[in-house]
């Protein structure tokens, strides 16, 4: 796996899976009814520990003049809105894995297919007043002004690839997509459940199913 520098670390911790020869349009069913069971659960309110989580993930993303509300907000939101309304997307096996983890811990989690993007290593800071990145195929643009963000890093150059908020269109999984790398971001000063451990652990699980191999990290 390649490097990953967090330069976010004293705010958010970074766990970084990787999977390899993912199987990507597998007829997958999750195992012990997870899927159906959390989608249940999830048309209830949050708990106090579940709201208390998901605050500490907002807050852990108001860096400068960043605020994590109404379309800035983390994408673990607008999936935890999607299942109360009982429209939760499906897409891919990639894909639905990365979804149902976000929704179940309530973490925002960015994924991309790696062999779109050349990188020696990753590095992940706030985003330059003059960065952006094309989020939809359509062709619109996040600033990433002061957001968390996810560069690849070749020959010098950073390329942005991921947010907490959207991931770059040009790095989105699809029918071709073969190996791929999922980011979780997690509040650094965060202490009870869940934790990082637990998310990277289920992450890895659902991902050797599906996949040759697969590696992860913490940074």
Known sequence: MEPVVNLLEDRIRIGFVRAYGIRIEQDFRFPDDRMDLLLERRKEPLTETEDSFRKACRDMMRIGTYKPTGRGKPASEYLLRAASEGAFPRINTAADINNYLSLAYLVPISLWDTDRV???????????????????????????????????????????????????????????????????????????????????????????AVSEKTESGFF
Not at 126 to 145: A, K
Not at 185 to 205: C, H, K, M, R, V
Request: aromatic share 10%; net charge negative; proline share 7%.
């Open 118 to 208: 050349t990188a020696d290593s990753w590095l992940f800071r706030p985003g330059g007043e003059q960065e952006e990145f094309e989020f939809n195929p359509s062709g619109q643009t996040i600033s990433l002004r002061d957001l968390i963000t996810g560069f690849a890093l070749k020959g010098g150059l950073e390329i942005p690839v991921v947010t907490p908020v959207k991931d770059c269109q040009k790095t989105k999984t699809d029918t071709d997509t073969r190996n791929i790398a999922a980011a979780v971001y997690f509040p650094a000063g965060w202490t009870a459940a869940p934790a990082l451990d637990d998310i990277i652990s289920e992450f890895t699980e659902l991902l050797e």
